[in-house]
């Protein structure tokens, strides 16, 4: 049951019924956030007016009061997720298995669905606090490490968007630039993707959620197209086994693919709240859960195992097409060549699908920079949104030759910071925030008030041990923990997000019970 009215804004959760009581103060801001930052710009408010009525959203990272919660359909939760991942992004995942880790595919198909669960239900849990809080991600981490601990993690939260989104571009342009090489420079097929992203992030969430109920449903038929001539050219499942390491190298490139895999969908985590929040506060939360877990695994799976077949493929012609830089646009390019221009109709369409992936990455960034503080919040989201576009747009034509490089070390850096994140807004909920626990739920009016959020000690310190755990535990080209470099043989195994977690999940929980008796909140 919910209540909105003057006053006090509470709430709290019934873990095992699922039921919500929400008491809440809906500020000007929250309740017509279009009127207020019209009035806020004065002579350019008209101008604002008359963009705001035709369409763009002008909410940012605002609370959604409960009486404005116009989305009831969970459903698109997993369409969402289901159009972000059945894309040509996710396919380069897949191929690292054997390409970087020497695994064979049987190996890299097991690691794909076990660490793409483990990192789907990480994800899925974030997604749940959407509709239970109406807030944003980066504004619900406020809860557990104060306003300035949610800071740092807004921070890092632009770095992992605008990282994804450069690797989106990147490999939507190569893909253009493949289908007659030579006569669209890479530069403009970065440019030309970039663009695309930017026009329903722009106009805003409704927009967003229309585009991402749709854009799988072509994708999902031109990857079971890639299945059957990937198929008829010949896959060879068996190519990679004799290269497979054994014993304790074998422990360490599964950890090594692994973080990367975990890293791909844990990627996710830090917006998943920001696409729900205007579900109705008594959407069930194991609803929720299993709409998003579905709509990231399956997705993700099918995909990445499809990227793990291209590369089995032993005719040299697809090997040259790969490349030694590990070029899956070109690869694909040569799957499809057998059906000369309609096969590079369907690259043009595939190119066009890593869209549906970036959309979350441009959205998000513009709504984790004002997160950063109020100054940042006074500036509509929309400008944001502009500024990560050209941001990650830039960066994607810098750094265009290396494509593979960045997507395997940042995904799996990626993977540490989420791991800690995740674990500390976790043990916040269940433990502290539960009903019966010590603070009894969430004072949501106090979501942009400092003084009333916690000092964010605690969460900043057991983020700290996060870190330390991360450090001891990874194995990277450029350095090697003490505790990886046992996991493994020569490289060490990567056991970053792994002990990452566990460090944080340890000293969060005794760290915050302390915060809590001394200052009370």
């Not at 009035?39 to 404005?68: C, I, M, T």
């Not at 490349?323 to 690259?347: E, H, M, Y």
Request: glycine share 12%.
């Amino acid at each position: 049951m919910s209540k909105v009215h003057k006053g006090s804004s509470k709430f709290s959760e019934d873990p095992e019924k699922g039921n919500f009581d929400v008491v809440q103060i809906v500020s000007d801001v929250e309740a017509a956030p279009d009127r207020a930052i019209v009035a806020r710009f004065g002579v350019l408010g008209p101008y604002l007016s008359k963009l705001f009525a035709s369409g763009v959203e002008a909410r940012g990272v605002e609370r959604v009061p409960e009486n404005q919660r116009e989305t009831k359909n969970a459903w698109n939760n997993l369409l969402m997720w289901w159009s972000v991942n059945m894309v040509l992004t996710t396919i380069p995942v897949g191929t690292l298995g054997q390409y970087v880790f020497t695994l064979s595919f049987g190996t890299s198909v097991a690691t794909i669905m076990c660490f793409g669960a483990l990192g789907a239900v990480f994800t899925s849990f974030i997604a749940t606090l959407g509709p239970q809080t109406g807030l944003r991600t980066m504004v619900i981490t406020r809860f557990s490490s104060g306003y300035f601990g949610g800071t740092i993690y807004s921070i890092l939260n632009i770095i992992t968007q605008l990282g994804f989104a450069v690797t989106a571009v990147i490999l939507g342009g190569q893909t253009l630039a493949n289908i007659n090489p030579g006569t669209l420079p890479l530069v403009v097929g970065i440019i030309i993707i970039g663009v695309c992203c930017l026009v329903p992030c722009f106009i805003g969430y409704n927009m967003v959620h229309i585009y991402e109920r749709y854009a799988w449903m072509m994708t999902f038929i031109i990857m079971l197209m890639l299945y059957g001539l990937g198929g008829k050219a010949g896959y060879d499942i068996q190519a990679q086994k004799a290269k497979q390491d054994t014993g304790k190298a074998l422990t360490a490139d599964v950890l090594g693919f692994g973080g990367i895999v975990f890293g791909a969908v844990t990627g996710w985590s830090p917006v998943a709240a920001d696409y729900n929040c205007r579900l109705p506060v008594d959407t069930s939360p194991k609803r929720v859960f299993l709409l998003t877990f579905f709509g990231l695994w399956i997705p993700v799976c099918f995909v990445e195992i499809l990227g793990a077949a291209l590369v089995t493929i032993t005719d040299q012609a697809y090997i040259d097409a790969f490349g030694a830089g590990g070029s899956t646009s070109g690869l694909v390019a040569q799957v499809l060549s057998p059906w000369r221009g309609f096969g590079k109709f369907i690259l043009v369409l595939l190119s066009l699908s890593v869209i549906a992936n970036n959309i979350p990455n441009t959205y998000s960034a513009g709504l984790s920079i004002q997160a950063l503080g109020r100054p940042f919040a006074l500036v509509p989201r929309f400008l944001w949104t502009f500024l990560a576009f050209v941001a990650y747009t830039v960066a994607g034509v810098a750094g265009r030759e290396h494509f593979s490089a960045i997507i395997s070390n940042f995904l799996s850096i990626l993977s540490y910071w989420t791991a800690f994140f995740i674990v500390i807004v976790a043990e916040e909920h269940f433990i502290f925030r539960r009903k019966g626990g010590r603070l009894g739920g969430y004072n949501l009016d106090d979501y942009d008030t400092p003084s009333k959020l916690p000092l964010g000690i605690a969460g900043i310190l057991a983020a700290c041990f996060g870190v330390a755990g991360a450090v001891v535990g990874m194995a990277q080209v450029w350095y090697i923990g003490p505790i990886g470099k046992m996991a493994g043989e020569q490289f060490g195994g990567d056991l970053g997000f792994e002990l990452a977690a566990v460090f944080s999940a340890v000293t969060y929980p005794p760290l915050r019970a302390l915060e809590i008796r001394l200052t009370g909140r």
